[in-house]
């Protein structure tokens, strides 16, 4: 060592350095790390509840105002190419026969929640009401949330993990989670779940959804979409 | 202290230190704010305005480094030469200081001197990752799915380390005059020889 012990060190530089190369790799390591972490922290955010999001949920909206449920308006209808159109109320949205599914969401930009407990109606016992022609090939998903809106074929919509949610975690869906109801496709990125729906509209072509027209895929499969690979 | 005769105020901190300091705080503040709204379930729901939050923290963090741009084309260059060289070097009086020992300080002590080079890591980690975000979106080939995660570190560290300067520069008794020296620029000659006295002698005597 040729430092004297009074030579100033250039400690300074170093360890700028040492935190950029920490933070850049970060973006290679994150990931698994966070993944070792998730028993810890998603104890935390069960303790914390909505306070913090740690292994936790985020909220995305795309518009000025996030919509409100109100159980005296809310309809969902489901119209297009249908033999009957419907028009359910919230109550009898509930009492058709009940699904429960616990199963891992995945959002796009990287984080997870494991274990969600849903519960909610599988399209085919609301299109069983509505009876689809044999011309309708997909559903487009509208949101009050205007404009949002998504896509699944029916093939995708009647897959067995795939449900209408209205309760997440043993409680009636939340306003932040798209109350009343929202598509639950456990297999596919957050974004295909449209959240607060309020229309399902059959339809002979599966048209682009809000954030398809945004350059992201239209089938939305976690780990083999969007630039991800299995 | 602003009872303290000018003759007993020593420059601490120059008007181009300040104003990186103070864009610096600023722009730290509106992006935590808003993106703490975007972030917690609770507050989003509080504030469901995202895109309009959105905006205001990304053209924030336009605004950061534009102004620190105009702060090194039109402030005092020389003078934030001087406080880089200060910050990357610890002498055997800092290394001491890092050992939990007490022995005079500089201008700024080593705690000062680390703060400030976090500060200046974490804000170019920040600007990276929060370009990923924001591009990402545009252009999935710039999506990298930690990015967010990363970003999200950035804050929960950034936040104790503000609390901590909060505290340091705002209540606690024996540092808060330090406030002075980056509001006014000057601080008390008798704190000075107290927390920084290698600094104040030398000041002192030149």
Known sequence: MTDSPDEPRRYGRRAFLGLIAGGVSALAWAGPAAGIFAPVTSQFSQLLGDLLPIGGWRIYTVSGSMPLFDERIWRLEITGLVERPVSLTYEQLRNLPRAEQVTDFHCVTGWSVPKVRWAGVRFADLLALARPKASAKAIRFVSMENPYQDSLTLEQALLPDVMLGYELDGKALSRPHGAPARVVIPEMYGYKGVKWLTRMELVDHQPSGYWEGLGYDQNAWVGRSNGYHA | MATTPESRRLPRFGRTERAVHWVHATAFVLLLVTGLCLYLPSLSELVSRRPLLKGIHIWTAVGWAVALVLIFLFGDRGALRRTAREIDRFDADDRAWLRRRHP??????????????????????????????????????????NALLVHDWLMYVSFILFMGHLYLSLLYPKTRHALSGITRGWVDEEWAMTHHRKWAEEVRDS
Do not use: C, H, M, S
């Open chain 2, 104 to 145: 005079p300080q500089g201008r700024l002590n080593a705690g000062q001197k680390l703060n400030a080079i976090v500060t200046a890591a974490f804000a170019l980690l920040f600007a990276l990752t929060g370009f990923f975000l924001w591009y990402g979106e545009r252009d999935t080939r710039f999506r990298l799915p």
